[in-house]
């Protein structure tokens, strides 16, 4: 399940992601992430927060978070992983390299502290 968190707040997109998640999360998701970066001058933030995530459903769910990417990475300014695996470590660290966005990488513990550096754009 792909969930808004309650610091999801104007320029600031956060998402939960529980569980394994399916394209059709996906799909629902891109219009929102579209209204967003429209409602707030063609800019975003984004805070994923992926303690509890457990990949995708399939290959169709992976291809629909990859169309995501490609639509909208020129409107995300910084992207803030919140996680507590190696995986999600490694991760952000390689989309940094890959991303026109600033990555940065949190402990769950860290909360406060992403929002605070996604904030200070």
Excluded: T
């Excluded at 792909?2 to 104007?10: A, V, Y």
């Excluded at 399939?58 to 695996?85: C, P, Y």
């Excluded at 190696?86 to 502290?113: D, I, K, P, T």
């Amino acid at each position: 399940m792909i969930e808004f968190l309650p610091q999801n707040d104007g320029k600031l997109v956060a998402l939960n992601f529980d569980g394994k998640i399916s394209h059709e999360e996906f799909e629902a998701l891109a219009p929102m992430i579209d209204a967003q970066i429209e409602k707030d001058g063609g800019e975003i933030c984004l805070l994923l927060d992926l303690v509890d995530f457990e990949g995708y459903e399939d290959l169709h769910a992976l291809w629909e978070h990859f169309v995501i990417v490609k639509n909208h990475h020129k409107s995300v300014r910084r992207i803030a992983i919140v996680g507590d695996e190696e995986w999600e470590r490694r991760f952000a660290q390689l989309a940094n390299q890959f991303s026109l966005a600033e990555v940065g990488y949190y402990a769950s513990g860290e909360m406060a502290a992403a929002v605070n550096w996604l904030a200070g754009v």
